[in-house]
């Protein structure tokens, strides 16, 4: 149980001795919880103004919507999944710009479920058919990769679509030259493309990616990664980023980072 567990625990005895009548502590429980929806919806609506204006103000760039974002993921709790997030709301912009028209954007899966028992490859999948053609895990604070390349041979035995594969981490990879001859010996089992790239190598990749298709500019390309992230914190996404965690904290924070001169 995630939470307030004492004071949970706490309440249900006292039910259980008859100090407090269930059904009052109920309805308490119940106006609490729909306070906070309210309280989370103001301060999502605060948010994207705060957005619109600070996009309305600034020329954006890659430079600029990386460096926000990144300050956000590294001074909020629970950064692995901020940057999970990062990524996928960057594939979101990309595919409303058409980057990959023949490929579909699976919507964001929950925190550590690219394993073979949910069927991912990675946090990020792009879909063809119904199969995995493109996968990236991201792989925050962590920096040697040999047991996650190993687990990656496995599901790709059982992923025959996939072309592209890759491991995005928030820190230099450590090792890899030990690391390359495995890649490329699974490149050439499976006939895919293997990459390991830092977090900030990735988005300039995407970028690059996007800019040569011509479909849209750097600067729509960053603001509309900025759109995509904040409303996906918002819960404004759910169709495409149902995000199940508490992100009342990385609102007020992501606020903050918007508002800050």
Not at 58 to 78: A, E, F, M, P
Not at 87 to 114: C, G, N, T
Not at 200 to 227: C, D, H, M, N, P
Request: charged fraction near 30%.
């Amino acid at each position: 149980m995630r939470g307030a567990r004492s004071e949970w625990v706490s309440l249900v005895e006292a039910i259980e001795k008859d100090e407090v009548v269930s059904e009052i502590a109920l309805r308490y429980l119940l106006s609490q919880l729909l306070n906070q929806a309210d309280n989370f919806r103001r301060l999502a609506l605060q948010t994207i103004e705060n957005l619109t204006l600070f996009l309305e103000a600034t020329v954006i760039d890659k430079g600029i919507s990386l460096s926000l974002i990144l300050r956000h993921i590294n001074q909020s709790d629970y950064a692995a999944r901020l940057m999970e997030i990062a990524m996928h709301s960057l594939m979101q912009a990309m595919q409303e710009y058409q980057v990959f028209p023949d490929s579909l954007l699976k919507p964001l899966s929950q925190m550590r479920s690219a394993n073979k028992k949910h069927g991912n490859i990675g946090d990020i999948e792009l879909l063809e058919d119904r199969q995995i053609v493109e996968a990236w895990d991201a792989k925050y604070g962590k920096s040697y990769l040999r047991d996650e390349i190993e687990e990656l041979s496995e599901k790709l035995e059982v992923h025959p679509a996939v072309r592209k594969a890759g491991f995005v981490t928030s820190l230099e990879a450590e090792r890899i030259d030990e690391l390359m001859p495995r890649c490329h010996e699974i490149e050439e089992i499976f006939g895919i493309s293997l990459e390991i790239v830092t977090f900030k190598e990735w988005v300039g990749l995407q970028f690059a990616r996007t800019l040569a298709e011509e479909t849209t500019t750097e600067q729509e390309l960053a603001s509309a990664w900025l759109i995509a992230y904040t409303e996906s914190l918002a819960q404004r996404r759910r169709e495409i980023a149902p995000i199940d965690e508490p992100c009342y904290q990385w609102l007020l924070k992501l606020n903050e980072t918007l508002t800050i001169k």
